[in-house]
């Protein structure tokens, strides 16, 4: 388990209260992020607060303004975002309970795994996990998170809970302002027999340890040709296709998949899983 959890306080249903602990549930410790080098002197570039007027500044030094007129600000200091203290800051007080099927799939967002703070209040924790389990409900209540209030939906995971931070309605576009003009088509229902066929032919189980970021492999790949001095080959592009006949397309895609799933084993269901660098060496 993390040792630092991204945030403290309580979970609440009506007189029922319990300290928890929120942890990030997913990672992108595996991404490959990059530096800002002046390729010169191959020294990491540094970005340093500066005032136009009187140059570098200390970060500890700031104070976050919000412009209310054109270069008007309202100044906030940390003691001024102290006093905007609300019971979500370290409360998660669950407000209802609905079907996870009545939540839009466009409103789910970042999970969190909610766990008894240091074992105290497992047993209270245990209630309202029981009960939710019983129920077969989705918990929805709120917390400030990261410096906004936010709707969260919480779930029961085996021993644990779920949260999903939830989108606002207004964060959400409307999906009539991009269907709306979508041309109407009316599709000829022996090609959709075949699509539907071919869709069957790749049925699986959901399967995300097979999941990969080619992308994020191929720049890997460069880094290690790179750091050793080595020629990097440009991965070549596919070629773009023009599909003129849409049933001989469907056909041979029908015919192509029955081929290479002949002998294919039905997927099997994944368990969920749960120094500073050195100067780089100038490129070859």
């Known amino acids: 388990m993390p040792s630092r959890p991204t945030w403290q306080g309580h979970l609440k249903l009506s007189l029922v209260t319990c300290p928890v602990a929120l942890y990030t549930a997913t990672s992108r410790a595996n991404d490959v992020s990059f530096n800002m080098i002046n390729p010169a ?23 976050k303004g919000y412009e209310i007129s054109k270069d008007e600000y309202v100044l906030f200091d940390d003691a001024d975002f102290d006093k905007v203290k609300l019971e979500s800051t370290r409360t998660i007080s669950i407000d209802t309970f609905v079907d996870a099927a009545d939540i839009d799939r466009l409103y789910w967002d970042t999970p969190f795994y909610v766990v008894p703070d240091k074992g105290v209040g497992a047993e209270a924790f245990a209630v309202i996990r029981e009960a939710m389990e019983t129920q077969d409900k989705i918990a929805i209540g709120s917390l ?10 919480l779930e ?4 644990g809970l779920v949260a999903y931070t939830l989108r606002a309605h207004d964060e959400v576009r409307a999906a009539a302002d991009y269907f709306d003009d979508i041309p109407a088509a009316k599709a000829d229902p022996d090609m959709v027999e075949i699509a539907a066929r071919l869709i069957g032919q790749k049925e699986a189980d959901f399967d995300p340890t097979g999941f990969r970021d080619r992308y994020d492999e191929a720049l890997k790949a460069m880094i290690k040709a790179k750091s050793k001095g080595e020629g990097v080959v440009a991965v070549t592009e596919p070629e773009e296709t023009n599909v003129i006949d849409l049933m001989a397309a469907l056909k041979n895609s029908l015919k192509g998949s029955a081929g290479s799933t002949a002998k294919k084993a039905p997927a099997k269901k994944a368990a969920p899983t749960r120094k500073t660098p050195a100067k780089r060496k100038s490129a070859a």
Not at 156 to 159: E, L, N, T, Y
Request: net charge positive; hydrophobic share 30%.
């Open 41 to 63: 002197t191959n020294n990491r570039i540094r970005m340093v607060p500066t005032d136009p007027d009187t140059g570098p500044v200390e970060r500890s030094d700031l104070v």
């Open 144 to 153: 400030v998170l990261r410096g906004r209030e936010r709707q969260i939906a």
């Open 156 to 159: 029961v995971r085996g021993k």
